[in-house]
């Protein structure tokens, strides 16, 4: 008994030596203090220049069983490391990524358990990230979580960019206000999906973008989300505290851990120069090295698709109009065609046909394989098997035929939610594409997922998602997940997820439209965490003239379709409209026939979230840079400075621009292409329409 | 409107006509009456040779969404035939099976929701089954079991052999008592399990296993149990009468169907003879005939194995004393091994050379690969890979030695409940057992199941276990699958289903026993479903001789073990006993050695549930017959009439029999054998100890 008073008060002696700790960015611009508050609290508070970007904030988490892990700790020991390293992507937006932070780590010990948890803060110059950190423990092998308890309690009452927290949706459109008014708004921001699980009046999902009334950008995230729940914030919208809040699975419970584990990294990168934001690699390298020893296979792909046709209505997925199908007794040879079919052979053909044309890497089918007539919204297991074509498609002849003119076809696994399916099908699914020559995958999560009453962000699917990419992996597949968990940078450790849906995209502009400013506002939220298949370049904005049943159009001019693929970083690019369409724009289409899709260089030249973004990127090992810059629905003027180019040379600039009348509803497809002459001193003014931008491809002179 | 009520009253009409209809059994005892009570509610009944066995009861099933199937019927249509088959048994306990039957089928039309539902009912001479079909209609595609809604009313306050309802374990041991009192007996009755989920005071299991005050054996189970929730019965204990309650998934919901489906037969056997019940093929005969064109490889198998001395806690699964392990990360070589791992390489060839020796055909072995020193109750998702053995298992060199010995190994996959785990690792795990000649596995569910919310017994769980059966028929693999769903004749379909365990095993003799009348009860409940993997043959009855520190026994004489390879029917019997024990005792082992595991006639010679069960049968392909004799703990005297035997011919009998002084627990191990000549009109009288029993060996003399 003597003993352990003596422990006790030797632990409490010690947490007041190191009750107060504190680390600097390595430009001393961020400055992160940890400390216990009374009762063994472990806290933490970040600035930035001087000025509060987190007040002192709670960490911890709450167990299912046995005594929270929130407070009666005492710090055990605390060290600092400084780290300074660079690295080169598979893929990315640069060359090479440098990971400069200074850390702090915490050991917390909980007398009354004897159970020890670290926290790990690491310092950039771009922001700070910290995670929790469970060694292998005697009195804490296997744990559930009841729920995370960290706090990012926030300065001011921060204008807001936000999604309605939800355990199974991403797909809406972004609200703009003060945090005060989240709750008011939240019923209009609720808008139906096909699944969808809100949890709170005052619930938001990460990444979280806000800016403070003094100017300072702040956006909160996660990074490497691996074997863990999905993190969404909750708002005390009296004392501006978000607070963490994990997807739970079918019992409520929120997590299931077993010692030694790592919680991910939560994520704020701030700076009061909104670029900055954009151009913050914290999440990558938050993230570890990749796993794989080859990369080789691994490819920017710029790609058409069979895919826009059935998101406007004007052909189908599915081969018939026969209801209540089921896979195992269906002889589709038997059943009658409804004529409407997208993915048949000969049409397949004209798109391949249109990517070599155009020099594009491939051509992506949705809707090739049996049971699309009732895949959707039925609870169905066994929904799809995804190795058997409908009649009308060959998939020996596609597959000689693509080959033939160096095309890739890019395959598609519906999944309808139902992942135990899939995951049985999973290998032989695989293997099936390794055979036909396919190397990519888009795959889908629509609709409630089964197990029934797991939620599309819980650990279980989080699980499952990682599961593909790397069985996908020993293939050599590259993975494309739709409705699937936003990225928190997995993508550095596992290259082959190659694009993520994972918001709203250019889809939703068939189903009502995304509002004029959204691709203002994507790159600052859903694009923190890593690139999106956003599928641009749409050229025929008024839906009706492929189904005139279709009354939506998309809240873009033409030329701002170009724009995004410079704005919206991806290595996975569509062209998203039809071969029919572009054959009457082949002026416009030059830009997406150049673009890269892999870079050397990125610099953000504007940006303020909501309103405009206008980057450069040059060509990964070419001379050639492109811009592109997208601007809300009041339109600007935008003022840039080409001093990214190379001093020393010249550069044919073909600009590809809103013409003066240009609007996004009003007179989407007035385009003006020029081409001028530029060097690295040149400044460039442009004119965007409301809901406009442009794009400019730099190639250097010939003569130069 | 007009047309509306024309139909209502034409339907009305019809109902009117054919409100009765009623069938008998081809042998004309059993009498199955349908009719709609008021309201349109579908009601049936059903007598044996005049006297009620089910009173009128209700049919239908509740729906999740939209009017409940169970009024609001008329009757469009009824039919009845006759069909009569005899069929081969790729395995059984006689050579061939006769199906024969009257069905009357109703086809129900529910006016409201313009829905149809049939009951197809078919009536053999030893009971009745009914099922529901759910056509492909317009009105009728998908939809969600709220609940079954079928009644059995009894005609009585019957005598039942019951376990709680569960939804997760079997593992009871079986209460005898009054219907009206199970209530008050059931918190007793339910005894702790690894997971467990009683669902009512009342509620019980099938098969249960009825008598009338006045002498009818009545049995109530369910055949053909495909893509369809366990059902379980709940008691109203007023009016006696039993209710189907299905196992609910995460959600609470307990079935998701599409049309055209079925539900699986609802069976009720029916004697006033208890051999009867345990003679009849009515459950086998309500399930569809083998799917697999090729049976060759599936072969009835007689075992040895290195687990009961685990079971014991003489040696351990585990190889190391650690704990906290995880799979992926543990280097077993660095791991100080426990000295107590019972499958090493050396010790399993002391098995096979035991199974050589006395011709059994193999030898299971657990505990063979890493993952079991957290194996269990941590709801641990990757917690066996299904391939790795652990350091001093030799899989190539016992694939070998076996092999050279004319010895199968059985492989053994626990899955701790894990069903996502064991599924993503279920095609490597069945490859490697072919390419190491394994030919049978063992698989166990121990513990709550992960996806967690389901449960052993919900659709889910079903779907997984048959998938299973039918993935392993790919690589020719037998499956005997332990803490699954309790079978329900499936095995005459899927024949590679060679055993199950689906209730309190031999194996509780180790956690503290099992009543000695467990084995004159299990061949009227379990087994009525199909064969049991009991692990009988347990010689050293006191379990303190392998581990001290048990004070267990077995509650069976040692004659009585030898007796249950015969009352116990399945294609696949171990001999559960250590070697070493069998060493001892090989003039009794003899008859394990000697003993069949296929056959082709069997007879019920004494029966009577609780009390004692004799059965004689002949080996398959052999003029051989064994008899085996079980009885309660009160001992008494059997006496058969060899009448079974071939009137021409003379036989030698090894009676393997109690000693005079022979008692379950004071003195299990006082046998003796003896031997006499005997014809086809013997008639033998053979004293059963308490918790005794008897076995016998009938072999025609040489000399005949």
Redesign the interface.
Known sequence: MAGRVLVVLCLSWLSQQVRAEEIKSPNRNLTLNFSLQAGGVPTYSLTYKGRPVIKPSHLGLELKNGQALTNGFAVTSSKTRAFDETWTPVWGETKTIRNHYNELTITLTQAATKRVMLVHFRVFDDGLGFRYDFP?QPEL??F?VKEERTQFALAGDHKAFWLPGDYDTQEYSTTTSKLSEVRGLMKTAVTPNASQTTFSPTGVQTPLMLKSQDGLYINLHEAALIDYSTMSLDLDDKNMVLESHLTP???G?KG?L??PCLSPWRTIIVSDRAGDILESKLVLNLNEPTKYKDVSWIKPTKYVGVWWEMITGKSTWSYTNA??I?LDSTDYSKLKPNGTHGANTAHVKEYIDFAAQHHLDAVLVEGWNTGWE?WFG????YVFDFVTPYPDFDVQELHRYAASKGVKIIMHHETSGSV?NY??HL?TAYKFMADNGYSAVKSGYVGNIL????HHYGQ?LN?HYL?TITEAAKYKIMVNAHEAVRPTGLARTYPNLIGNEAARGTEYESFGGNNADHTTILPFTRLIGGPMDYTPGIFQTKISAYNPQNTSFVHSTLARQLALYVTMYSPLQMAADLPETYNKHLDAFQFIEDVAVDWDDSKVLEAEPGDYITIARKAKGKPNWFVGSTCDEQGRTSTINLGFLDPGKKYVATVYADAKDAHYEKNPQAYAIRKVSVTSKTKLTQYCAPGGGYAISLVPSAGK
């Open positions: 292998k092998a296997y559930v699975d079918a019992q419970n299931y077993q010692t209801t209540n089921k009732d039925q609870s169905k297991d135990r995951e049985r290998d197990p029934r009453g797991e279980w699980n599961y």
